[in-house]
């Protein structure tokens, strides 16, 4: 099942996981993590598609796209996606 580790950047400067997000079998992605605010802003707010010139939103309805994208809205040094890779 095709999936995306979100990580973030402890206060001793370790990572750890963020969120897991995972393709359901239904085409829909379900991100679960213990930081419950953070997995409800992704399902809430969705994130932006880089791959397009709109910048449209994109929410975990929209599949493999958004897992897709991930990796480029979380890029920095506080937050990490990982690509795409399977469980």
């Avoid at 953070?38 to 397009?52: K, P, Q, T």
Wanted: charged letters at 30%.
């Amino acid at each position: 099942m095709p999936r995306v580790e979100i990580y973030k950047l402890n206060d001793d400067g370790t990572q750890s996981i963020a969120a897991i997000c995972e393709l359901s079998a239904d085409g829909k992605v379900i991100c679960s993590g213990d930081n419950k605010v953070f997995v409800e802003n992704l399902e809430r707010g969705g994130i932006i598609d880089y791959s397009s010139e709109e910048k449209k939103t994109l929410f975990p309805k929209d599949g493999l796209k958004f897992l897709e994208q991930l990796q480029y809205n979380f890029k920095s040094g506080y937050l990490n996606a990982s690509e795409v890779g399977e469980s």
